[in-house]
T-cell receptor, first 113, second 114 residues
Framework: DPKIIQKPKYLVAVTGSEKILICEQY?????MYWYRQSAKKPLEFMFS???????DNQTASSRFQPQSSKKNHLDLQITALKPDDSATYFC????????????FGPGTRLTVL | QQKVQQSPESLSVPEGGMASFNCTSS?????YFWWYRQHSGEGPKALM?????GDKKEGRFTAHLNKASLHVSLHIRDSQPSDSALYFC??????????????FGKGTQLIIQP
């Protein structure tokens, strides 16, 4: 059974619209993260949450907003979508967020037209 | 300039051979290093971590860290077709609250030739 679920797997959006990427982890972890993987760019850290609190934000734009409704959920809301937002977005989790191993989900591939 | 640089960009190794990857950091605050592997269509998966100078061996995988030169390497012996994947080096700074903020390199594409 998959331990980290990301929905949807593929997403197509139009410029200017808003989308929510879903992430649920069933590993019993206390820390969750979002990363972005664009074409020809390294995997980039976006946010980290620990015990449902925002710990680190490396995203320059306020258009990206993480939402943690439950301990094992960390969704990502993206508003005013731009073509440059096209990427695969990975959710990850770790036990305590203290430098331990991060487990990645399968990703959501977002295409903005 | 990227803070984590990997070489080579791609690597082709015969089945049963040795695959070697290199990674250099330009940030002396990076003290934790990880190797991740990503198969096509999947998320990255951690292979191993190395935090201290020297070698660390786990099965067919051996990592080496030299903190003075900020260089870390990964070697895979007896390479298998299932090892064909994209390999990433990742680093983090444990001293400024960023222990889990991983900075990734661009990756090395490994192809194992049957």
């Amino acid at each position: 059974d998959p331990k980290i679920i990301q929905k949807p797997k593929y997403l197509v959006a139009v410029t200017g619209s808003e989308k929510i990427l879903i992430c649920e982890q069933y590993l019993g972890h206390n820390a969750m993260y979002w990363y972005r993987q664009s074409a020809k760019k390294p995997l980039e850290f976006m946010f980290s949450y620990s015990y449902q609190k925002l710990m680190d934000n490396q995203t320059a734009s306020s258009r990206f907003q993480p939402q943690s409704s439950k301990k094992n959920h960390l969704d990502l809301q993206i508003t005013a979508l731009k073509p440059d937002d096209s990427a695969t977005y990975f959710c990850a989790s770790s036990q305590d967020g203290t430098g331990d191993e991060q487990y990645f989900g399968p990703g959501t591939r977002l295409t903005v037209l | 300039q990227q803070k984590v640089q990997q070489s080579p960009e791609s690597l082709s190794v015969p089945e049963g051979g040795m695959a070697s990857f290199n990674c250099t950091s330009s940030d002396r605050n990076f003290q934790y290093f990880w190797w991740y592997r990503q198969h096509s269509g999947e998320g990255p998966k951690a292979l191993m971590s190395i935090f201290s100078d020297g070698d660390k061996k786990e099965g067919r995988f051996t990592a080496h860290l030299n903190k003075a030169s900020l260089h870390v390497s990964l070697h895979i012996r007896d390479s298998q077709p299932s090892d064909s994947a994209l390999y990433f080096c990742a680093a983090s700074d444990p001293h400024t609250g960023g222990a889990d903020r991983l900075t990734f390199g661009k990756g090395t594409q490994l192809i194992i030739q049957p």
